[in-house]
């Protein structure tokens, strides 16, 4: 069990929640795509699981997480209300726990990661939705594959055992312009589909550039900031390092 969120606390996240649907509709009706062709994925990282619990009170049902240690304390203590999304680095030595907590992992960059989840998978008797993560620079902090591995990674994706292709997903390069970024990603998404046409999801998107990502067709919207970062009110009384919400 976890500690509920405050009341404070919760009318915060509907508000911000409301906020992140209105401009995934609005993108939405810009682009002419129905409202339903898009998952918000709310990626509360450093969060509580309160915070998880409450969304998930909201109607949310995804959540994502970029840590494994994160991604294990949430899952134990919201279980299988939402839909757990796995979208950080991954060393070799995290994939047994990955495959256990996740449904859908989105940052796969190397065929070792692909084959040791697979297999872990299986074991658990899980099958794990994978998405490819392209890199736009092979800055290894935001992990990712060159461009010229992509299709061999998605092959090898596909023949593993205990996962299915989701798609391709990518995070921009800091300062680059996300429209270009996005559009340069969906001819990625494109020439991918041809060889895998069950490889239709486009991981794009996050709390500043979410209406460049729903354009050129992303369907997996990974929201924090906008979603989580509100800050409480002011005169809420928190004691010294803990947040109001945050379980005693
Ligand atoms: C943190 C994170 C997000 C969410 O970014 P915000 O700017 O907080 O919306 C999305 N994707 C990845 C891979 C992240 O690590």
Redesign the pocket.
Known sequence: MTAAASADRRAELAWALEQVRARIGRACDASHRPAGSVTLVA?T?ARPASDVAALAALGVRDV?E?RVDQARAKHAAVGDAVTWHF??RIQSRQTGAIARVADVV??VDRPVIATRLGRAAVEAGRRLLVFVQLSFDADPERGGAAASDLPALADHVAMTPGLELAGVMA?PVLGADPWATYRELAGVAGRLQEQHPGARFVSAG???DLEAAVAAGATHL?????LL?VRRPPGDKVRPGRRADEPA
Do not use: E, F, P, T
């Open positions: 990626v990282k994502g970029n979208l950080g989105h940052s995070v996050m709390s500043d990974r929201v924090g900031a906008a970062g």
